[in-house]
């Protein structure tokens, strides 16, 4: 089986545009096995954490759950095709952890296996470089009975896991990525409790991200060994743009606190050598750090990794906690991600997140392309490596035309937005290899169900018919041409 690595293949251009991208770039969509997939007691899958959560009466709106979801797992043929047919150089898409390895322990399931097996021949078949997500938020529920990431031994198992699904499938996926959005199942899980598990102890979140950057490295080793020397390795992080509402000191005393748990938390360990001593002291109150991190843990989470993937919707604005009026609780609470009275900020929950402007998507995130350029040319400049917008997209309100299609001009103007904003970091000198909308398909927005649409391609959720909305079209003839017009 021959792979192609997506941050080298070639793609048409059939017209000189205006904004042109790199040659190689990688013109992707991504999507998540929960929120895609269905088939969730099929050929020995168990229930993850989502599973659980979305069947816990008022977690989810409308009762929503993933157990259908777009049917994906009976229809990814189809879904190729579609794909090809707009043009997409790549796909990235995440392995649903209690599909291949049900309890989170012991040998996988083949049945599982070859499910992701047949859907990367397909992408194959079509000229589709296949990037691989071993973990997108669905924990086996099993695990999180025995402790979940709160517990050291999950970071363990992660790393058995990925050891599996590198040795079944590393022949035909030429990326892997660790984890997406470690700071959603940290601190969304386990602190403000909207996303799965649903649990609200600041505690649990911190010792669940320590665990899981853990797991992220132990992972890395795991995947070396089991690799091509050809296969590249990455993860996925929603790092903040963190604005000060004001220059004032306290606003920029705010703004390092939440950069400390949203992005260094992260970055520190990953690539800086461990733990800065501000974050440790803003939450010394609630984790002992020194308990918490053993001998080694720093060593074994900074592995080398090849490229890193940013996720990015809008840029995130604070201040101290001065009485300032509020644009909307929900910011204030949790910085877009959710309403509930717990916080996802340990450590800061006093500070104060205020919109960036009034120019929104359905989710009430503000659209701000310059953060996209911003945190692309931080990267690049903080830690050398090989770029990939691993998800970047938006909600808006689509309705389906008395002639059946879908037009969404709002998402077209977004986009061409932020594909320029990549533009300019890559003129700025920032190394980004590729571009992955969010989403391929309309699907199971978490815990706001089916009533938010993110997709490129239409689901009606009653019949499963997928309709490319106008943007798809857009989104391929930029991809033909190579660029923006």
């Not at 009533?451 to 003839?477: C, L, M, N």
């Amino acid at each position: 089986m021959t792979m192609t690595d997506p941050t080298t293949a070639a793609h048409a251009s059939v017209a000189a545009p205006r904004v042109a991208f790199p040659p190689g770039f990688a013109w992707g969509a991504a999507t998540a096995a929960y929120q895609i997939e269905g088939a969730a007691a099929e050929d020995g899958r168990t229930p993850s954490i989502w599973d659980a959560f979305a069947k816990t009466p008022g977690k989810v709106l409308n009762g929503d759950t993933g157990d259908v979801a777009v049917d994906h797992y009976h229809r990814f043929r189809e879904d190729v095709r579609l794909m090809a047919d707009l043009g997409l150089t790549s796909y990235r898409f995440s392995l649903s952890w209690p599909r291949i390895q049900p309890t989170g322990r012991g040998p996988a399931v083949e049945r599982g296996l070859d499910f992701y097996r047949a859907l990367v021949d397909t992408l194959l078949e079509h000229g589709i470089s296949p990037v691989a997500t071993l973990y997108h938020w669905d924990l086996p529920q099993d695990l999180e009975e025995a402790g979940g990431w709160p517990v050291r031994e999950t970071a363990y198992r992660f790393a058995e896991y990925a050891a599996l699904a590198g040795a079944a499938l590393g022949d035909r996926i030429p990326v892997w990525t660790t984890l997406n959005e470690p700071w959603c199942s940290a601190f969304l899980g386990y602190g403000s409790g909207v996303h799965a598990p649903g649990r609200t102890n600041p505690a649990d979140a911190l010792k669940a991200a320590h665990h899981l950057n853990l797991g992220h490295g132990l992972a890395v080793g795991a995947l070396r060994e089991v690799l091509p020397a050809s296969a590249k390795i990455a993860v996925s992080l929603n790092l903040h743009l963190v604005r000060p509402l004001t220059d004032a000191p306290e606003d920029r005393e705010a703004a390092r606190r939440i950069e400390a748990v949203g992005n260094r938390v992260w970055t520190g360990p990953m690539f800086k050598g461990g733990y800065d001593e501000d974050l440790k002291a803003d939450t010394a109150h609630i984790v002992d750090w020194d308990e918490l991190v053993r001998p080694g843990d720093e060593a074994e989470i900074g592995r080398p990794i090849d490229l890193l993937g940013l996720n990015y919707y809008n840029p995130t604005v604070v201040s101290a906690p001065n009485g300032a009026v509020v644009e909307t609780a929900e910011a204030a609470r949790n910085d877009g991600h959710g309403d509930s009275e717990f916080s996802c900020w340990p450590g800061s929950e006093d500070v104060v997140f205020h919109l960036a402007n009034d120019d929104v998507t359905a989710m009430g995130w503000p659209i701000d392309a310059s953060g996209l350029s911003d945190s692309l040319v931080g990267m690049h400049n903080d830690f050398g490596l090989p770029l990939l917008v691993t998800e970047n997209g938006a909600a808006f309100e689509d309705v389906v035309g008395p002639d059946g299609e879908v037009d969404d001009p709002e998402r077209v103007r977004y986009v061409e937005l932020h594909l320029q904003a990549v533009a300019d970091a890559i003129a700025a000198g920032a190394d980004v290899r590729g571009y992955y909308l969010w989403s391929f398909l309309d699907n199971f927005e978490w815990a706001y169900g089916y009533s938010k649409r993110f997709g490129i391609v239409h689901v009606d959720y009653d019949t499963q018919k997928r309709t490319p909305k106008s943007s798809a079209r857009w989104y391929a003839e930029v991809i033909r041409r190579g660029g923006l017009a």
